[in-house]
């Protein structure tokens, strides 16, 4: 696995930027998702020109992500299963398990944070190496459920299950959360993302890197059971062969 230098833009300060970003979702969803979609194609720029492109983003309805890849030279769609949000962004309607592509029909797919949302994760996962060219780019993002954000809005009582961090969330707000365990909300690991990738013979594991932290936390990553609870988010950065 060949890592790309990346120290000039990860470091604690984006961190922090980033961080102080999240805690604005709820009241300014277009601000946070406008700055996080920037700084997400800074990252995957780094591994990909996107000038002339054919981007799919998975899970994408809102349209954030692509419309910033559309400003560097990509030409985007977006798959999503809620054809609300893709009222609102534009794209095509389906299942990320099941993309409703050819095979080896785009130069790049992404996915940010929706591969917790799905009950067969890996399943979406090979949907994304199968459309995708030979030597075309993956680059898959997800939020770890030993995380401290694993139960989204339930969290920090997902560590006590998903079942009771739902309870415990309906019992505080008085209503049921938007993301349910075991209906909207699935639990993944980076240990799982890692060995998916690397039992794959039709793909390489470029990069795997700790999303919203700095560099120098990579090597946290080889860590068992640590790098579950101090990873946040996973990024794998995949070619495929």
Request: aromatic share 12%; glycine share 10%; hydrophobic share 40%.
């Amino acid at each position: 696995m060949k890592a790309v230098d990346i120290r000039e833009r990860a470091d604690l300060a984006r961190s922090i930027r980033l961080f102080r970003a999240f805690r604005t979702e709820q009241n300014d969803r277009d601000g946070y998702y406008t700055a996080l979609a920037a700084d997400t194609s800074a990252q995957l720029r780094q591994y990909a020109d996107l000038q002339g492109k054919i981007v799919l983003d998975v899970g994408g309805g809102p349209g954030f992500f692509a419309r910033e890849f559309a400003r560097h030279g990509a030409r985007c769609v977006c798959v999503d299963v809620d054809a609300g949000d893709l009222r609102e962004g534009g794209g095509i309607l389906g299942s990320a398990m099941d993309l409703p592509l050819g095979d080896g029909s785009v130069d790049v797919c992404f996915s940010s944070n929706v591969l917790e949302h799905v009950p067969e994760p890996w399943r979406m996962a090979g949907e994304m190496v199968r459309v995708t060219r030979p030597g075309g780019l993956i680059f898959l993002a997800y939020t770890n459920w030993l995380s401290p954000w694993g139960g989204h809005e339930t969290s920090p009582w997902h560590y006590l299950g998903g079942s009771f961090a739902a309870r415990k969330y309906r019992e505080k707000y008085g209503t049921p959360p938007k993301n349910h365990f075991g209906r909207s909300l699935y639990p993944v690991s980076v240990a799982g993302g890692l060995r998916w990738a690397r039992a794959r013979r039709d793909v390489e594991l470029v990069d795997a890197f700790p999303r919203y932290l700095p560099w120098w936390y990579r090597p946290m990553l080889k860590v068992p059971i640590v790098r579950e609870f101090a990873t946040w988010n996973l990024v794998l950065v995949l070619r495929r062969a």
